[in-house]
């Protein structure tokens, strides 16, 4: 038979080891739980800045495509149908570069961000063709900007929603 106090030491040495192996185990899942938890905290915030991200880039074309700032683009020395052209190829190329935005974009804000971009451009259309093209670009510009003003102001309409949606998100 063999003599158990041969194993005492062996005995002893593991009943130590156990509520220590016990409570590093317990420590190690604590340890892993909390960075799970900060993980799914920064793709949230990254998440919601990238919301926010969306939703100022939209605002700031939006206001680039106000007729007020559209007037003072390109040089003075342009016929009407040359201003018309080129803005709306201006508008056309921001929108196409922030499309991606729609992303993060609610369905109702990108349908109305799209629908602001295209009554400028309608706009900016029926104002010549009102004109029959007789028009200086001065005289363009003056009625494409008075006619704005008669009509209801779909762009600070759009913003003002961008903004309710977004303080819903922070």
Do not use: C
């Amino acid at each position: 038979m063999a003599n158990f106090s041969e194993y005492l030491p062996y005995a002893f040495a593991l009943i130590v080891a156990i509520p220590f192996l016990v409570l590093l185990r317990q420590f190690v899942n604590s340890y892993i739980t909390l960075k799970n938890q900060e993980i799914k905290l920064l793709s949230v915030k990254s998440n919601t800045e990238n919301k926010t991200h969306s939703y100022e880039r939209m605002a700031l074309f939006l206001e680039r495509i106000k007729p007020s700032n559209l007037i003072q683009k390109f040089d003075k020395g342009l016929e009407a149908h040359e201003f018309i052209f080129l803005t709306e190829k201006t508008i056309n190329e921001e929108f196409d570069y922030n499309s991606s935005q729609q992303l993060y974009l609610t369905k109702n804000s990108w349908k109305n961000i799209v629908d602001s971009k295209n009554a400028v451009i309608d706009l900016l259309h029926k104002t010549y063709e009102g004109l029959n093209g007789n028009a200086n670009l001065d005289e363009f510009k003056t009625i494409f900007i008075m006619n704005y003003m008669e009509s209801e102001d779909y762009i600070a309409a759009t913003i003002e929603d961008l903004r309710r949606e977004i303080l819903i998100i922070t």
